[in-house]
């Protein structure tokens, strides 16, 4: 499984380019947005991910729990 391919510009500028923190990164994206956002995920008709997004109500911010 790939969190996102290598020519991805927002995640590859989100860890500045560091590979070995992609999968760290996004895995501290995931856990606070269950926390304290919103996580919703896209998935085809043979139930395979093709996108994720995270949200954050307004008045709420990234880690702030």
């Known amino acids: 499984m790939t969190l996102s391919s290598r ?3 927002i995640a590859n500028n989100l860890v ?3 590979e070995n923190l992609r999968e760290m990164t ?3 994206v995931v856990r606070a ?3 304290g956002g919103q996580l919703h995920v896209a998935m085809d ?3 395979k991910v093709i996108g ?3 949200w954050y ?3 709420s911010d ?3 729990e």
């Open 45 to 47: 008709e043979n139930a």
């Open 52 to 54: 994720t997004a995270v």
């Open 62 to 64: 990234f880690l702030s």
């Open 16 to 18: 500045g380019g560091r």
């Open 33 to 35: 947005a269950i926390v």
């Open 26 to 28: 996004m895995a501290t």
């Open 7 to 9: 020519s991805d510009v």
């Open 57 to 59: 109500p307004p008045g």
